[in-house]
């Protein structure tokens, strides 16, 4: 993953600079564009892992561009946006992105994401078509049901007992949410008596080791006044 | 409390006394005016003297009668009159040994003298006439009558006995009358009052309108006379023997007439109570009736609001133009007609001219409407598009220079830098932080409050989320030290909202509680059912001086901490209720000395 080659697509100069420097930081060959054209330029002509792309841009804009990329190559390629509605990045993820950062965000979260996504794709790379039925893979998560283990985005991460039931649980049914009273009955085998408090320290602990960023998980989500879900991606 | 209750009471009291004390007595001057009425005739109130009264009248009549046809029967003795009669066929009938007239005029004060179809008789002056009745004086020659002097004193005394009886009766009624009258007076200057102020109270009864309620009066009153009627029927003969019918019909007269003054009463004091608040006319039919027609015709001709309307201004005018001209035209056709002249033909061709330019000038005016119409509709739709619009693009506009702000001190905190430079950075990142939620904020606000807002309306439980919220807060409320008291009921509480928007609202309204709340106080958090909503509270306690209204504090970019030192946009509750109103429910805040409570409520969802 060291030494990977992003290209970073922003309109704004001081913008594409900034992040330049930030990725230069950790390692990575970063190269820069200011518009879609240029962006589609640099990818056919070089060797690029990952793609940092804007939507507001003049000549081709974000979306068209992703649209062009998607084409012929299928590497990680993370939307970033001052247009934060959530069906602006539901459009981005639909059209075949990756992940979808608003502007502005945090550095250290932007580069995390970065990370995030370069492994999942080694990962993913590495595994090919080595799925088999007992694996769940949601994002950069993969849950194998046999072994009982969970990775993100390739690396091995430990759960705990009820960590991993309540994940497995969810996974398995990506997108169906579920009250903390099933999760508790599924979980515990006992009946649900005032169990909001427990389930939530629980679903918020699973979130500090699979998201990038827990305070905005994008795997696991609370449907507020209802219960929670594993988002299906 | 208690002296508002006395009052009150003492005055309806006395009202209430009054009135029924009025309605007893009127009762019963009637019913003794009627008896006294039906028992004697009037005159035994003017006349003195026995003889000249109606009774003594009759009393001469039925006795000659009775001489006249019962001749042989009268027993010669008789002691209380005398008489001499001589029939025109000879036959002679008289009660005394005397033929002489002048005996039977020394006899008594009261005598009769019948001859060659003239009388004298000792009654005064004008008096009213003492005579043989007309169709039995034909077949009399002559007749001398006199009663006896004891039998005219008896009368006379028994007559000065009765006058007595009744001019007492007399007396009672008027001073009954006299004291009504007062209290009616005192009722009337009461009406409408009541203990706690100077204002005019009107009852349900004055909503009747005065024309009705003069007409029911009218039907009172005829009723009243039809009974009375009734009843002085069965009474004239003879008043002597009270038999059982007889007194039911005293009875029944007696109920009806008191009905019939309470209900007068009743209106009497409506009408006053209306004079007083000067709607006894406009609270008539027929007031309104003759209003409506004018205002009809007053609006017919009014074109003050078309003033800011050139369009719809010209159509009216055209419009009264086009009546008034028609009106004339039907008025001169009828005249024609009626005067049988060709001419009537004129108004009408003229009548057909002026709807032709009638229904042609309008249609340009409706043209021109139409255009304006398009014309607005466009401009809305243009200026909606336009704040949409501005909203997307300054939201670009702001947080692309805030981008390169915030990633720039990233950069620069990885620098080598001297202490101060790392305070600054330090300051620097706060700061833009700040800015950044700040912008969040307002657009979230913008959003919603210009209805621009994405919801995502489903059943959601309200207990659920409270829970969820403050569990995922609970760092957040471990840090700020106070302790949250949860009230939830045991069942559900489903509403109909968009559960992102409403853990934005508690997070918010939550944040907030906590933000300014006093020290080692506690939050208390409740949900309950209040009749067909469901009621969020979250009360705290401030730490401060609350210097602003509930209103005040809602609104953007107010702060309870004027200093503006503390962290916060100032959006957090005006968010919280956009939100809120946005979902459907309304969220108040109330604050009571140094309490602080937003209240929170939603219509709840049924089945």
Redesign the interface.
């Known amino acids: 993953m060291e030494n990977a080659n992003i290209l970073v697509v922003d309109d704004d100069k001081e913008i594409a600079s900034a992040i330049e420097k930030l990725l230069q930081l950790e390692d990575f060959q970063v190269k820069k564009a200011y518009n879609g054209l240029e962006a589609l330029d640099i990818v056919i002509n070089h060797d690029v892992d990952l793609i940092l792309l804007d939507i507001m841009m003049p000549k081709l804009d974000g979306l068209s561009t992703l649209m062009k990329i998607r084409e012929s190559k299928n590497i990680p390629i993370i939307m970033l946006s001052a247009k934060s509605e959530e069906s602006d990045k539901i459009l981005g993820l639909s059209m075949g992105a990756d992940d979808y950062i608003t502007k502005p965000f945090q550095p250290a979260e932007l580069v995390a994401r970065v990370k995030s996504q370069l492994r999942r794709y080694i990962f993913l790379g590495d595994k090919g078509k080595q799925y088999n039925s007992s694996q769940y893979i949601i994002g950069g998560l993969c849950l194998d049901t046999e072994a009982k283990q969970l990775l993100v985005d390739g690396q091995e991460t430990k759960l705990t007992a009820t960590e991993y039931k309540i994940l497995e649980l969810l996974m398995t049914n990506a997108g169906i949410v579920f009250s903390a009273e099933n999760i508790y009955q599924k979980v515990w085998n006992e009946d649900a008596y005032a169990v909001e408090n427990t389930v939530m320290v629980h679903i918020r602990r699973i979130r500090e080791k699979i998201e990038v960023n827990p305070k905005q998980p994008k795997y696991l989500k609370v449907v507020w006044g209802i219960g929670y879900k594993i988002e299906k991606m | 409390m208690d002296i508002k209750l006395k009052k009150c009471n003492r005055l309806s009291v006395i009202r209430g006394i009054l009135f029924f004390l009025t309605v007893i007595m009127l009762t019963t001057a009637v019913v003794l005016a009627e008896r006294a009425v039906l028992q004697r005739n009037l005159d035994v109130l003017g006349e003195e003297d026995y003889k000249d009264t109606f009774e003594f009248n009759t009393l001469v009549g039925k006795t000659i009668t009775e001489i006249m046809e019962n001749d042989s029967e009268i027993p010669k003795t008789n002691q209380n009159y005398v008489y001499y009669l001589s029939w025109k066929d000879g036959t002679v009938s008289a009660n005394v040994n005397r033929s002489k007239k002048e005996y039977f005029k020394n006899f008594s004060k009261a005598y009769l003298i019948y001859e060659n179809q003239e009388y004298e008789t000792s009654k005064k002056e004008g008096g009213i006439y003492w005579g043989i009745p007309f169709e039995l004086s034909k077949d009399i020659d002559s007749l001398y009558f006199a009663f006896s002097n004891e039998l005219i004193q008896e009368q006379q005394q028994e007559w000065e006995s009765i006058r007595k009886e009744v001019t007492s009766v007399l007396v009672i009624i008027i001073i009954l009358l006299l004291v009504s009258l007062f209290f009616i007076f005192v009722l009337i200057y009461l009406a409408g009052r009541a203990p706690e102020d100077e204002e005019l109270h009107l009852t349900t009864m004055d909503r009747v309108y005065t024309d009705i309620q003069i007409l029911i009066g009218g039907i009172l009153g005829a009723i009243w006379t039809f009974y009375s009627y009734l009843w002085g029927e069965a009474f004239y003969s003879d008043w002597e023997n009270i038999n059982f019918q007889r007194a039911i019909y005293m009875g029944g007269s007696a109920i009806v007439t008191a009905i019939v003054i309470f209900l007068y009463g009743l209106i009497l004091l409506s009408l006053s109570r209306k004079i007083k608040g000067r709607i006894f006319l406009k609270h008539s039919l027929v007031y309104l009736f003759c209003y409506g027609i004018y205002d009809f015709i007053k609006q017919l001709f009014d074109g003050r609001r078309f003033e800011k309307f050139p369009h719809t201004k010209q159509l009216f005018y055209k419009q009264m133009v086009y009546i008034l001209a028609s009106i004339v035209q039907v008025f001169l056709t009828l005249i024609f007609l009626m005067t049988s002249s060709g001419l009537f033909l004129l108004p009408i061709l003229f009548e057909l001219l002026i709807t032709y330019w009638y229904i042609f000038s309008n249609n340009q005016i409706y043209e021109d409407i139409n255009q304006g119409f398009d014309a607005s509709t466009q401009e809305q739709l243009k200026s909606e598009r336009m704040k949409v619009d501005l909203v ?1 693009n300054v ?2 506009d702001l ?2 220079p ?7 001190v ?2 620069l905190e ?1 620098e080598e830098l001297t202490e101060a430079a790392v305070d600054y950075v330090k300051i620097l990142q706060d700061k ?1 932080q700040r800015l ?1 939620k700040i912008v ?1 904020d307002l657009f979230d606000l913008s959003k919603s409050t210009s209805g621009n807002l ?1 919801l995502d309306l ?1 059943e ?3 207990k ?2 409270i ?3 403050t ?2 807060m ?1 760092d957040r409320i471990l840090q700020a030290g106070n302790k949250l008291v949860i009230n939830l009921p045991d069942h559900v509480s489903k ?1 109909w ?1 968009d ?2 928007k ?2 934005r609202v508690f997070q918010n309204v939550i944040d907030n509680a906590l933000k300014y709340a006093m020290e080692n106080t506690r939050i208390y958090i409740t949900l309950q059912d209040e009749s067909n909503m469901v009621l969020v509270s979250v009360k705290n306690i401030a730490s401060y001086e609350m210097n602003f209204t509930s209103n005040e504090i809602v609104q953007r970019f107010n702060r309870g901490d004027e200093a503006r030192t503390t962290e916060g946009s100032g959006l957090g509750l005006a968010i919280a209720e956009s939100f809120t109103n946005a979902c459907g429910g309304k969220l108040r805040v109330f604050i009571e000395g140094d309490v602080f409570e937003v209240r929170i409520w939603f219509p709840k969802k049924v089945g």
């Open positions: 997307t939201s670009h947080k692309t805030l981008t390169s702000i915030i990633s720039y990233d950069l990885k833009s950044k969040e994405v489903e959601i439980d309200m659920k989320l829970q969820q919220t569990a995922d609970e509403i909202a559960g992102d409403m853990y």
